[in-house]
């Protein structure tokens, strides 16, 4: 594992890490757990059945990195990018089903989701750039993943202050906009970069595997783009709780759509290729 990867797997728990332990000792004896009024369960289900899909997808990466040395930094990057997302849509799906008591508690598990999709997007860019943009030893690659680095640090940081102290709507706009700017980027790119790939690869099974990354990474962007256009409207109340739930749902089923026909896409070109073998 090299040093950026392991950067983002100690700042990304740190900082959690230091949260829960402030929760605790202001909170020691005040805790419980829980279940929401009229919790939406079928996106919850949905969250943790793409959950799985992640977990399942970081499994057989694991069992490739330990058969096949290939890449080592590309698969390691793949394993903590779904580790990551994984995180994030369990811990989504289990805060929208319980809540927990104090409230700082309660937001240190939900915010956390932010802590762990700041970390998958950074690790994405990295991803993006070894794959499809020549690696780091172009100088404009490195100035790229040094601004994704600053731009999720200040996400990070802010979300705690937040936690710890709270803070004014226009400070989260501040911090949540060039995040998902660059998030919503990276969807972009990742699909078309996946796809134009497809065009140049002779062999069929790469070439059917890099399409179905295309349409995966589609397929998730056009997801959160729900997810953002609902989130706005419920938070201006311009959209009943029924239709906020529904747009939810489809939200969640549509990103369950994308993320398995990512898994479909790097697991069956491998599969191929070790029955070939």
């Known amino acids: 594992m090299n040093r950026i990867l392991k950067g983002v797997y100690i700042i990304s728990f740190t900082f959690i890490g230091i949260l829960l332990l402030h929760c605790l000792v202001t909170n020691p004896r005040d805790i419980k757990w829980v279940y929401r009024e009229n919790p939406d369960l079928i996106s919850a289900i949905l969250m943790i059945a793409t959950c799985s899909v992640c977990m399942l997808m970081v499994g057989r990466l694991v069992l490739v990195h330990r058969k096949k040395k290939r890449n080592p930094l590309v698969v390691e990057l793949l394993i903590s990018i779904f580790l990551f997302l994984g995180l994030t849509l369990l811990l989504e799906g289990v805060f929208s089903i319980i809540r927990v008591t104090p409230r ?55 979300i705690m202050k937040d936690t710890l102290f709270g803070s004014e709507v226009w400070e989260l706009t501040i911090i949540g906009a060039p995040a998902i700017f660059v998030l919503y980027y990276l969807f972009i790119t990742l699909a078309i970069s996946s796809l134009r790939t497809s065009k140049k690869v002779e062999d069929p099974i790469a070439k059917q595997g890099f399409k179905l990354m295309g349409w995966g990474w589609s397929v998730i962007f056009i997801g959160f783009l729900f997810l953002i256009i609902g989130g706005f409207f419920d938070f201006q109340n311009f959209i009943e709780p029924i239709l906020f739930i529904t747009l939810s749902i489809m939200t969640f089923a549509i990103v369950f759509i994308g993320t398995t026909l990512l898994y479909i896409g790097f697991i069956f070109p491998m599969k191929e290729k070790n029955q070939k073998v």
């Open 104 to 158: 700082q508690l309660n937001l240190v598990g939900s915010q956390s989701v932010f802590f762990f999709l700041a970390a998958a997007g950074f690790l994405l860019t990295q991803f993006q750039i070894e794959v499809f943009s020549g690696g780091m030893s172009d100088k404009r690659n490195k100035v790229w993943l040094i601004i994704v680095g600053f731009i999720a640090l200040t996400l990070d940081v802010g």
